[in-house]
């Protein structure tokens, strides 16, 4: 398989994890793209040792983790524009980057550890010392948009583990409005596609015209929205899903609301 199509197949859930890490799609492309580049001026770059897969994100990791990218100096991959979202104060700490590879992307510990560079011992440390990051975090009140009667069970058991409130459970885009105006959710978790023909999506996008909340959509399709033809979500979680998948995403859209300053309402995406 050439160099081409390797990047080709695995591009939609790296640009995933990279919107993750962000907080948002353009950061996060940009990111991937100053990977991309630094890849096309030296294939040597991509070291397979566990697959490619894991070899992207590997390389992926360097760029994210470069210092010269992080301030935006003049540097071999820094030859494309990065938005001036991500500050040294609001970098994702290496244990949620460890979780996240893990919980998100299904990566072994061995995988996580070439990754980030560390050992198994150390790469445990960081996914422990994450748990106890997301268990300090504020509890908040959760909406969930969701047609699917036991995903709906299934996704408000787990909110309520976390320590969250659950405030209600839309089944529609017009259920969805209502129960926020009745009460302001602090995050929302929502199904893209609802059965009645609504979309959760215009739902959120209608919502976030009021008011910013972060949000965590989650769908059976997630290719649909990783393509970069267009806006898409920052936060996208697979259906089926794992418990500690909706765990670390929720995770972390509550940590970029919390860091987030002077942020005005936008729309999720279309």
Sequence with gaps: MSRSQIVAEHLPL?????????????????YVGAMLEAL?????L??????????????????????????????DVATLSLPP?????????????????????????EE??????????????LTDAAGREMAAEIATDVLI???ETFIAMDLESLVKNL?????????????AVALAKNKKPGLILADIQLADGSSGLDAVNELLRTFE??????????????????????????????????????????FFQRNSRNRTPRAASA
């Design 40 to 44: 096309l001026q030296d294939g040597s």
């Design 46 to 75: 991509l070291d397979q040792t566990h697959g490619p897969r894991a070899g992207l994100f590997r390389l992926f990791t360097q760029i994210w983790n470069s210092v010269s990218v992080n301030n935006n100096d003049t540097a």
């Design 163 to 175: 320590g969250h409130n659950v405030i209600g459970v839309a089944r529609t885009h017009s259920d």
């Design 85 to 109: 979202e991500r500050r040294l104060s609001n970098i994702t700490p290496l244990p949620r980057q460890a979780f996240l590879l893990l919980s998100l992307e299904g990566f072994s510990e």
């Design 112 to 125: 996580v550890g070439y990754i980030l560079g560390t050992d198994i011992a150390e790469t445990r440390k």
């Design 213 to 254: 909340v972060p949000v965590v959509f989650i769908t059976a399709y997630p290719e649909r929205f990783l393509t970069g033809e267009r806006p898409e979500p920052a936060f996208l979680i697979s259906k089926p899903f794992q418990p500690a998948m909706v765990s670390a995403v929720a995770s972390q859209a509550l």
């Design 14 to 30: 790296l640009r995933r994890y990279a919107r993750a890490l962000t907080g948002n799609q353009a950061s996060g492309d940009a």
């Design 145 to 147: 948009i969701e047609d």
